[in-house]
């Protein structure tokens, strides 16, 4: 039978039912915590990047092993890179208050190979050694690196400010609002900002390398992160009467 699942938190005693009620157990199968996943997530396209940059062997052509490129955007792009992920690592640890317990063991496996193999696949191509830079050369990554940076910071700082609206082991939600970190003010206008820096920062990368793996990453990504902020500003309109107007899921005005 279709119902609406109990929460963890919920008590039998206070459940509107009357004298008798049947529940039903669901057997959800071998399960992960959030992060757990989260985590390999991360440093899978850490450590694949880097093999492809330090051009481990087997890689490209036998010559080129362990070889370093001359052109200096695919070093810093191995640093911003790798800067991303190790932040969503340190952000899995110490920043994000996961409401969700588990996930089912096969979403490792499904999550981690688009992770891992996008990484693999963008890191490719820019660490080739055919590469060729930007066509509009050190102001095209310039742009790119600015763009990228303010979005890791505008991403960081959302991530605060949603540890800070519950307390430790709290599964209360509240609406989200600016503080006075002018990168939150962006909550006045979008409920789900961190998808919004998110994307914000793989634009700039893609700008930066100008690399097709990176744009077809971040157009997927895009999507992907869209429909999360959509389903996330609907139960917000659901739960919230009070909730802001004016807000739009991850793009101001537009989506």
Not at 157 to 185: C, D, E, M, Q
């Amino acid at each position: 039978p279709k119902a609406k699942c109990l929460r963890d938190e919920e008590v039998l005693q206070t459940l509107p039912v009357g004298t008798t009620a049947s529940f039903y157990f669901s057997d959800l199968g071998p399960q992960l915590t959030w992060g757990t996943v989260f985590l390999s997530e991360c440093v899978g396209p850490l450590i694949i990047y880097l093999m492809f940059y330090f051009r481990l062997p087997f890689i490209y052509s036998p010559k080129y092993d362990f070889t370093s490129s001359k052109n200096w955007v695919v070093h810093l792009a191995c640093m911003c890179h790798s800067f991303h992920y190790i932040k969503r690592i340190l952000e899995t640890l110490f920043v994000h208050r996961i409401s969700h317990g588990t996930m089912p063991l096969r979403n490792i496996f499904k999550n981690c190979g688009y992770y891992w193999c996008s990484a693999a696949w963008m890191a490719y191509y820019i660490n080739h050694p055919l590469y060729t830079p930007p066509y509009y050369g050190q102001q095209q990554v310039n742009a790119g690196l600015y763009i990228f940076l303010f979005c890791q910071v505008g991403n960081f700082s959302i991530h605060v400010a949603l540890r800070n609206l519950k307390s430790s082991g709290s599964k209360t939600k509240k609406i989200p609002y600016p503080t006075k970190n002018p990168f939150t003010w962006i909550f006045w206008l979008v409920s789900c900002p961190n998808y919004t820096y998110e994307v914000g920062s793989w634009v700039g990368f893609t700008v930066m390398t100008q690399c097709v793996p990176v744009a077809f990453f971040t157009i997927v990504a895009f999507i992907q992160m869209t429909v999360w902020a959509r389903g996330k500003h609907r139960s917000y309109l659901k739960e919230f009467r009070d909730y802001p107007t004016l807000r739009s899921s991850i793009l101001p005005f537009i989506l």
